[in-house]
C-alpha cells in the first residue's frame, strides 16, 4: 500500500496530537521484522495515531525504517524526532454483524421514588429490566404477561 500524503496543516495537528503519547511499538536491534511490523499494524488500527521508538544510534537507518513503515502499512509519516517515529493512519469503522433473531437484552433503569417532604432529594434505585419484564409507574418489576388465547378461536 502506498503511503498517505499529508498537507503541512494536517501534519501539524497530528503533531499536536501525539504530544503527549508513550510510544506503544520499540524497535530493538533485529531492526525491522515481521512482528515488529505486524505490531505496528496493530497499533495503527486500534489507535490511528502512534509513537514507536527506535533503539538504533543511525539517523538514516531510523529514517529508512520510518519510510518503510510508512509505504509497507499505508500510513504517513508524521514526523521523526530523535528516537522515536510518529506514525499515523485513520482508524477503519468496525463491521456489526446485524442478528434478526436477536431479542431485546437486560437494561439498567433508574427508579425515582420522591420524599413525601418537599425538601428532600429523590432516592434513586436502578432497577435491571430484562426483556420479558416492564417497569410500571410505581417502579415495580413486572413479567410480561402471556396472552391467553380465546376459548371460542380454539374450538373452531
Keep these: ?29 533485529d531492526g525491522l521484522t515481521a512482528a515488529v511490523k505486524k505490531e505496528v499494524d496493530g497499533a495503527l488500527k486500534a489507535h490511528g ?22 509505504d509497507e502499512l499505508g500510513a504517513a509519516p508524521i514526523q521523526h524526532i530523535g528516537k522515536l517515529l510518529v506514525l499515523w493512519r485513520p482508524i477503519p469503522d468496525k463491521e456489526k454483524a446485524v442478528d434478526e433473531d436477536r431479542l431485546p437484552g437486560p437494561r439498567d433503569v433508574k427508579v425515582l421514588k420522591f420524599s413525601k417532604r ?29 396472552l391467553k388465547k380465546s376459548v371460542k378461536k380454539t374450538a373452531q
Excluded at 429523590?122 to 410480561?144: C, D, S, Y
Design 1 to 29: 500500500m502506498p503511503q498517505i500524503t499529508l498537507t503541512p496543516a494536517q501534519r501539524k495537528d497530528h503533531r499536536a496530537d501525539a504530544h503527549h503519547l508513550d510510544p506503544v511499538v520499540h524497535i530493538g536491534g
Design 49 to 70: 495515531l502512534i509513537k514507536v521508538r527506535v533503539f538504533s544510534d543511525d539517523r538514516a537507518a531510523r529514517e529508512a525504517m520510518m519510510l518503510a513503515l510508512a
Design 118 to 146: 418537599g425538601g428532600q432529594r429523590p432516592e434513586v434505585k436502578v432497577v435491571r429490566v430484562l426483556g420479558n419484564q416492564r417497569l410500571t409507574p410505581g417502579g415495580q418489576v413486572k413479567r410480561a404477561k402471556v
